[in-house]
């Protein structure tokens, strides 16, 4: 994981009254509105005896342990301790890790890492702010992020596992262009059909991709048909993947729910038809072949090898 970062947690819409137990970034962690509708995040364990604070309740601004009753309010500080009473004084150990937590974007965020957060919270300006006009889905991946990653610059895929919904679509990367922009990687990848053959029409398509640290994808289906995918880490074989579809046409909503519905059920599953495949945990140095092709791939690595901590996956 690549350490201070703000990553995506949870989609807003799953959070309401009820706390929410969650596994991301290698920990347990509880999700819960205040009475004034604020997003917390809390370590999902109480500091009395371990029970997980997602199966208790929201009472008085507070979380209550379903144990004995502990209430943390949003800071992790313990308020109450029932048996001890309420006149009793709460010991300043007893206190719940509270991460620093954002609602933006129809998302909640989590700070993960010891250094201030940062002011701004990773997106593309294109999608902007609004969740009108689009379809979201999201699930728990049995594949390491770093597999994932890899895959969102791998377009010379399509031909082969997508062949279905590419049909025609030629092997050859015909222009390869990659744009580092420091916190962003932008790629544009032609491909045509080979040799003789390379004569346009079907066989030849542009494929824009680009990526955003630590985790984000813009992934341009059409010119008004966009998807983002964000990957965040769940643990060392997991990864929660979260798909918005944007349809920027009339009936957008619509429209973006069909494209949405049969891209994650149809196209992405072709993906993990592979990916089910390869081996387990994070890509190891050297372990891919990496080719002239593979320039957005080697990057991001590039990249997080400079801000991830060492030993870290
Ligand atoms: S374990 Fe939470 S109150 Fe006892
Ligand atoms: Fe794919």
Redesign the pocket.
């Known amino acids: 994981m690549i350490p201070d970062q703000w990553y995506a947690v949870l989609d807003s819409r799953s959070l309401a009254g009820k706390p929410i137990g969650i596994e991301r970034l290698g920990e347990l962690l509880v999700v819960w509105r205040t009475d004034s509708g604020e997003a917390v995040v809390h370590r999902d364990r109480?500091v009395?005896?371990?029970?997980r604070l997602s199966l208790g309740r929201v009472r008085d601004g507070c979380i209550e342990?379903p144990?004995?009753?502990?209430r943390f309010d949003p800071s992790g500080a313990c308020r109450l301790v029932p048996f001890l009473g309420s006149e009793h004084e709460v010991s300043p150990d007893w206190k719940v890790e509270a991460y620093p937590t954002r609602e933006a974007f129809g998302l909640v965020w989590v700070w993960y890492g010891d250094a201030e957060p940062a002011d701004e919270l990773p997106w593309f300006d294109a999608l902007g702010a609004g969740v009108g006009r689009t379809w979201q889905t999201h699930s728990v991946w049995p594949y390491h992020y770093t597999r994932l990653m890899d895959s969102n610059f791998d377009v010379y895929h399509f031909p082969f596992v997508h062949r279905s919904v590419n049909p025609g679509l030629g092997p050859v990367v015909v222009e390869h262009e990659v744009r580092d922009l420091g916190d962003r990687i932008d790629t544009r990848v032609t491909l045509d059909a080979d040799g003789v053959d390379r004569r346009g029409g079907r066989a030849r398509k542009t494929f824009v991709m680009n990526v955003r640290l630590p985790n984000l994808l813009y992934f341009e289906m059409s010119r008004r048909l966009w998807l983002l995918a964000i990957m965040t880490p769940v643990d060392e074989d997991r990864t929660w993947v979260f798909a918005r579809y944007y349809a920027n046409l009339p009936f957008g909503r619509l429209v973006a729910s069909l494209v949405g519905r049969f891209e994650y059920r149809i196209v992405q599953n072709q993906d993990r038809r592979i990916l089910d495949t390869l081996p387990k945990g994070p890509v190891q140095q050297g372990e891919y072949a990496y080719g002239e092709v593979d320039t957005g791939s080697i990057l991001w690595f590039q990249k997080r090898d400079e801000l991830r901590m060492p030993g870290q996956s």
């Open positions: 109480c009395h005896k371990g029970a342990c144990y004995h009753g502990l």
